[in-house]
Every structure is written in C-alpha cells, then in structure tokens.
T-cell receptor, first 108, second 114 residues
C-alpha cells in the first residue's frame, strides 16, 4: 500500500519561511512531486525530485532523502498569494499517490 | 491555464440521472487520468489510460464508466450515483517517456449528487 503523510495546516507571516514536510512509505518510487492548489483551482506543478538533495526554483525549494522516505518543500519570502494547499505526491511507474495536502495560510 | 480543459465546471444531478464529464488536452500527451478529490482526503486515482488503452481501474464502482476515444479526449460517464460521490473530479494528462512525466491537471468538475 501507499502511505504519504504531511501536516494538515500551517500558518506563517508574510515575508517569512515555511517548511512543509512529507514522509512516505510506498511500494515503488520513481520520483516525488510537489503541487500547489488554490481553492477551486487545478493543482499546478511546483517541483520534482528523483535523486537525493535539494532542488531550488526561485522562492521554492524541494529536498529529498530516499533512504529516509522524506521530502520537504521550502517556501521563502512568503507572499499572500502563496496561501494555498500544497500536495506531496510519489510516483510509482506512471501513477501518482498523493498525500492529503497541507493548507498554508499566510497572514499580513 | 495548464492546457487541460474540463467541462462542465459545476454539475448538480439527482441519483437517477445520467451525465458525462469531459476532459480535453492539447499538449500532445499520451496518458490521461481521472482523480476524485474529496474534502480533507488525498486525491484518489480512479482510472488511467495509456495510449487510449485503460491500464488502471482502481476498484471504482461500475456507476462510473470511463471512455477514451482518442489520446486527446477523456470522458467519465455517470449513472445512478450516490450522495457520497459528491466531490471534485480532476482530469490530468502526461507524456509517458521515462523522465519526470509530470502530470498536468485540469480545473476539475465540482459534482453534487442530491
């Protein structure tokens, strides 16, 4: 079976940094994705990790440790528009298994 | 805009109705997916089509019937649904090539079953 855990909610202040952790236990692994989903909208792709280490994309970074079954998404210089749900997903072959999502609320 | 469109965006139906959801992608992808998203739950994979062939049916009740007439279009036919089927139904597509194979999602159809 697939087990992907991430916190339900996080709150942070505009301009701050927030780290969203994701732990997984899956039968297969071909990579880990992070998606952002604003209320009522489609999930949009943020990052992809398949090797251990840090991938940086502007204000967003994602880290992976395959041996620990662990990833995090780091959001820097938070803006109000970053208030959204962040989904961690593990790929096995051509299928994705998702965590329940972390709702991030950015306060002024 | 992700290049994946879904219609209708909102649908209210009774338990005896028959309706269809439509998904279309203009990205040249070769795999398409249906997911169900319920409040506070992970996205649940329902069906996968690879090169128009159904390769996954994730124990979905027969009241949901997918159809993939070509690699650009995907339908989900609905009949005799239950109130617990109310959810956001998302379509996604990707090009399966052995790389990251990122899935791109449509905006979803918000379904309410009365």
């Amino acid at each position: 079976g697939q087990n992907i855990d991430q916190p339900t909610e996080m709150t942070a202040t505009e301009g701050a940094i927030v780290q969203i952790n994701c732990t997984y236990q899956t039968s297969g692994f071909n990579g880990l994705f992070w998606y952002q989903q604003h209320a009522g909208e489609a999930p949009t792709f943020l990052s992809y990790n398949v090797l251990d280490g840090l991938e940086e994309k502007g204000r967003f970074s994602s880290f992976l440790s395959r041996s620990k079954g662990y990833s995090y998404l780091l959001l820097k210089e938070l803006q109000m528009k970053d208030s959204a749900s962040y989904l961690c997903a593990v790929r096995d072959d051509y299928k994705l298994s998702f965590g329940a999502g972390t709702t991030v609320t950015v306060r002024a | 805009e992700t290049g994946v469109t879904q219609t209708p965006r909102h649908l209210v139906m009774g338990m005896t109705n028959k309706k269809s959801l439509k998904c279309e992608q203009h990205l040249g992808h070769n795999a398409m997916y249906w997911y169900k998203q319920s409040a506070k739950k992970p996205l649940e994979l329902m069906f996968v089509y690879n090169f128009k062939e159904q390769t996954e049916n994730n124990s979905v009740p027969s009241r949901f019937s997918p159809e993939c007439p070509n690699s650009s279009h995907l339908f989900l036919h609905l009949h005799t649904l239950q109130p617990e089927d109310s959810a956001l139904y998302l379509c996604a597509s990707t090009y399966v090539a052995g790389g990251s194979d990122t899935q791109y999602f449509g905006p979803g159809t918000r379904l309410t079953v009365l």
